[in-house]
């Protein structure tokens, strides 16, 4: 891990599992809070934290202000991203939620090849084809006859909207940054969401009585402000610029696993075995999209 790409794939890692955790919470706090409200408060949170380390080591330099346009282009799928995965855990499992998500290498390798004309070897292309099937094999919750009718539930066609935005986001990271350190850019990033955020949801945000809240949303709140906002945030920036776009998809195909023993952990049921199935396929993609040559 002593080489930047290494500590790209260290990156990646982290991120899968952090990541996870917020397909679980996410589901247990969806029921209880408007998307638009939970999101602008754990964005809002986020963005102060990381502005106060970003102050603490010297501040935003003033051409890292040129272009903000940049910013809220980014900042607006990450909203997009967010808003949808909460609309989503609503009437969707978190296994099968987390499987959509493994379908956005796939957009990224095509995104990538369009913005950055990064081109994939055969080896590539197979395993972000083995990563779709078992995404595909979960979402369906391992029913033949439902994948073959192509009737996937709200919620993962809410998610998938959201995903595309997400596949979007990889590929701009090096495109558009500017030299500007990682985290001056994500809290760039950060501000601009926020800002999309508040004026999209201020009437969810007024509503929301949140002395009444229940624990679990502001453990949540907790939760995805520092590690699957701030932390992924960096995390995800930090790779794209180290790693290829498929390489840095690629370990979304792990999050499946992670949201698993996500749910063992919290003491809730583990999927069908069949399921099993579509999960050792994203593990194996996973194995073929990081092997170098």
Request: hydrophobic share 60%; with cysteine.
């Given at each position: 891990?002593?080489?930047?790409?290494?500590?790209?794939?260290?990156a990646?890692?982290?991120f899968?599992?952090?990541?996870?955790?917020?397909?679980?919470?996410?589901?247990?706090?969806?029921?209880?809070?408007?998307?638009?409200?939970?999101?602008?408060?754990?964005?809002?949170?986020?963005?102060t934290?990381?502005?106060?380390v970003?102050?603490?080591?010297?501040?935003?330099?003033?051409?890292?202000?040129?272009?903000?346009?940049?910013?809220?282009?980014?900042?607006?799928?990450?909203?997009?991203?967010?808003?949808?995965?909460?609309?989503?855990?609503?009437?969707?499992?978190?296994?099968?939620?987390?499987?959509?998500?493994?379908?956005?290498?796939?957009?990224?390798?095509?995104?990538?090849?369009?913005?950055?004309?990064?081109r994939?070897?055969?080896?590539?292309?197979?395993?972000?084809?083995?990563?779709?099937?078992?995404?595909l094999?979960?979402?369906?919750?391992?029913d033949?006859?439902a994948?073959?009718?192509f009737?996937?539930?709200?919620?993962?066609?809410?998610?998938?909207?959201?995903?595309?935005?997400?596949?979007?986001?990889?590929?701009?990271?090096?495109?558009?940054?500017?030299?500007?350190?990682?985290?001056?850019?994500?809290?760039?990033?950060?501000?601009?969401?926020?800002?999309?955020?508040?004026l999209w949801?201020?009437?969810?945000?007024?509503?929301?009585?949140?002395?009444?809240?229940?624990?679990?949303?502001w453990?949540?709140?907790?939760?995805?402000?520092?590690?699957?906002?701030?932390?992924?945030?960096?995390?995800?920036?930090?790779?794209?610029?180290?790693?290829?776009?498929?390489?840095?998809?690629?370990?979304?195909?792990?999050?499946?696993?992670w949201?698993?023993?996500w749910?063992?952990?919290?003491?809730?049921?583990?999927?069908?075995?069949?399921?099993?199935?579509?999960?050792?396929?994203?593990?194996?993609?996973?194995?073929?999209?990081?092997?170098?040559?």
């Open positions: 891990m002593r080489t930047d790409a290494g500590r790209g794939h260290l990646m890692l982290v899968s599992a952090v990541v996870a955790g917020s397909f679980s919470l996410g589901a247990m706090a969806a029921p209880h809070i408007a998307p638009a409200a939970l999101n602008a408060g754990r964005f809002l949170l986020a963005t934290v990381l502005g106060i970003v102050a603490a080591r010297g501040g935003v330099p003033r051409w890292a202000l040129a272009s903000p346009w940049r910013y809220l282009l980014i900042g607006t799928l990450m909203a997009i991203y967010f808003l949808l995965m909460f609309e989503g855990l609503k009437t969707a499992e978190p296994v099968s939620m987390s499987a959509v998500f493994t379908l956005t290498p796939v957009m990224a390798a095509g995104f990538g090849w369009l913005l950055m004309r990064q994939m070897s055969r080896r590539i292309a197979l395993g972000l084809t083995i990563g779709a099937a078992g995404a094999w979960v979402i369906f919750r391992a033949l006859a994948l073959l009718r009737a996937p539930g709200r919620g993962e066609m809410i998610f998938f909207v959201g995903c595309t935005a997400h596949a979007v986001y990889a590929p701009l990271v090096p495109r558009l940054n500017r030299g500007e350190p990682g985290l001056v850019f994500t809290l760039g990033t950060m501000v601009a969401g926020t800002l999309v955020l508040v949801g201020w009437r969810d945000i007024l509503a929301t009585d949140w002395a009444g809240l229940p624990t679990i949303v453990v949540t709140i907790l939760y995805t402000t520092v590690a699957a906002t701030a932390l992924s945030t960096v995390l995800l920036q930090f790779a794209a610029m180290r790693l290829p776009s498929a390489k840095v998809m690629a370990y979304t195909y792990l999050i499946p696993s949201v698993i023993l749910e063992l952990g919290l003491g809730r049921s583990a999927p069908p075995a069949l399921i099993l199935v579509g999960i050792a396929m994203s593990v194996l993609a996973v194995l073929l999209l990081l092997r170098d040559g």
